[in-house]
């Protein structure tokens, strides 16, 4: 054979279409009958997890559940304030589908859900709360394709081949993956000496500092934070009375995910589930004791940068066969950081005793829109703020109420992006990420609060692109072309350069040698060795 072709198989993603919706997830929580009864919700906490996700014609369907943490306030036998709380995993079932024009059941998922608000009414019997829960789903359809893709050609005679090369640069997929990882601290509970502290919530929250690939898996490292709501006994009042602790970034966790083919240098993308965790409290209330689960999806890819041959044609006696396929390049940029600073003040709701001290803050921001111009990209999101509080009250109870403000304030930045100024046409991918946030009373019924954060910003480009898939030298026929031709099957041999090499049909091949349509299906490819008969009676592929 005069031609030598050098290919190489690649696999691609490529992201359809990316959406978000809204659905409300309704149901009924209750307070066991162990425990006393309650007055009053103080705080609701809703974690939503997505259980299964797939894809159908158009759609990204998910099914989960939605956990949730109720603290309570009720009075004891002599009147005396107390807080409870209850645990309730998998408490509410969500299902809904997110439509994305162009996902085939074919495709892979990802999908995200998120609390945007939330509404609970205790009932009469003070054990039956009532939930409305208001969550955004997002969800990814993304298609993947394994490719065989020419990257060269030469000839081995004298003839003269043209070869018109283009580069590209794809990130080629090695494979996916999912990693575990056991949470166990200890945490000292400051001044918890000979105290009776009761654990009312416990959270948790993770921060990557590194990540690397090494042979045949991809790691993850970094930082666990936790945060305490307690109980304890006032001597004093004779109530209890609630205290917030914070550990930020007390200890270390590392979390590892076979993905079989992986090297170092290659390019390891994690996806990280909210820490589920659990505390108990232990040396007569001076340690707490949290255990839990970090989870993660994982892709790991080699970035490429590879020469793939668009057209291929040949001179003077040679006849080359080629097959052209139209692919789809995802390219993904660096992403780019800058820090955000959202300052702002609110007002306790009208419904609210007056505030004596704060005792917790929270916030959380999401991306509401993003735009392109000049190189770079501007970004636009909100900022939600809940405080939790304890109240001004004539009898000095200080009793504890919780206040929530959606969107609290807004945020837009602009971050440059110098591959926009080249990129023929792409959309860019934001996301934001809360670091600190502080909060100070202005007066009884004013809050000023303080919000550091960073936005996160990559190009995402998609090239369609004409190229080579496959080429091989015509058979030559002297003479009278013979009916029939039997060859033995080599290792790059696939039906297509089959047929155009010998100048037939695939259709005429699958009707002589049946077995190979199975062979093909079954194994992916063509039985090494084997004997297959070619008939040149039907119309060929260059007639």
Known sequence: MALRVRDDIVQLETVIGTNSTQTVADGTVSIPGSMLPAERIVKVTAVPNIKEHW?????????????????????????????????IADAISFSHSVDIPGAQPDMQSQCDAAVLDLQSE?????????????????????????????????????????VVKDWVQIEDVIGRGKGKAEIRDVIPIPGGSGLHFKLLEISSRFRAVENRVEID?????????????????????????????????????????????????MTAYFQVAAPVVSGQLTNDGQSLIVEGELSADVKVVQPLNISVVTDLSAEGDMEIGVRHETIQLQQVGDTA???????????LP???????RLLDVEARAAVTSTSTAGGRVMVSGYVDLAILYAARADDFS??????????????????????????????????????????????RDTISFHVMGSVSCRLQETLTKDVVAEAVELRQFRGRRPTYTCVILQPDDSLWKLAAKYRTTVENLLEL???????AMTSGGLPVGSKVLISHSGPSQSE
Do not use: C
Not at 139 to 150: D, G, H, I, P, Y
Not at 337 to 347: A, H, L, R, S
């Open 55 to 87: 894809v159908e014609e158009d759609r990204v369907n998910a099914e989960g559940t939605i956990t949730v943490v109720i603290i309570y306030a009720g009075k004891g036998s002599i009147g005396e304030t107390f807080y409870g709380s209850t645990h």
């Open 122 to 162: 205790l009932r009469s019997d003070g054990r039956t709360v009532d939930l409305d829960i208001v969550l955004e789903l997002t969800a990814r359809a993304v298609s993947t394709q394994e490719l065989m893709v020419v990257t060269d050609a030469a000839a081995e005679t004298a003839a003269k081949l043209k």
């Open 217 to 265: 898996r991809a790691v993850i490292v970094g930082t666990m934070s936790y945060k305490a709501v307690l109980a304890r006994h006032n001597a004093d009042s004779g109530e209890e009375e609630i205290i917030v602790h914070r550990w930020d970034d007390i200890s270390s966790v590392q979390l590892s995910a076979e993905v079989y083919g992986s090297q170092p240098g």
């Open 337 to 347: 950081f800058k820090d955000i600073y959202v300052d702002g003040t609110v007002q």
């Open 350 to 356: 009208a419904a609210h005793p007056p505030l004596e």
């Open 398 to 443: 200080q009793p504890v109420y919780q206040a929530v403000w959606s969107t609290a304030a807004a945020f837009e930045t602009s971050i440059n992006v110098p591959a926009l100024a080249t990129a023929a046409e792409g959309e860019a991918e934001a996301g934001v990420v809360i670091h600190d946030v502080r909060a100070e009373p202005i007066s």
């Open 513 to 519: 040698n049946p077995n190979l349509a199975e062979a």
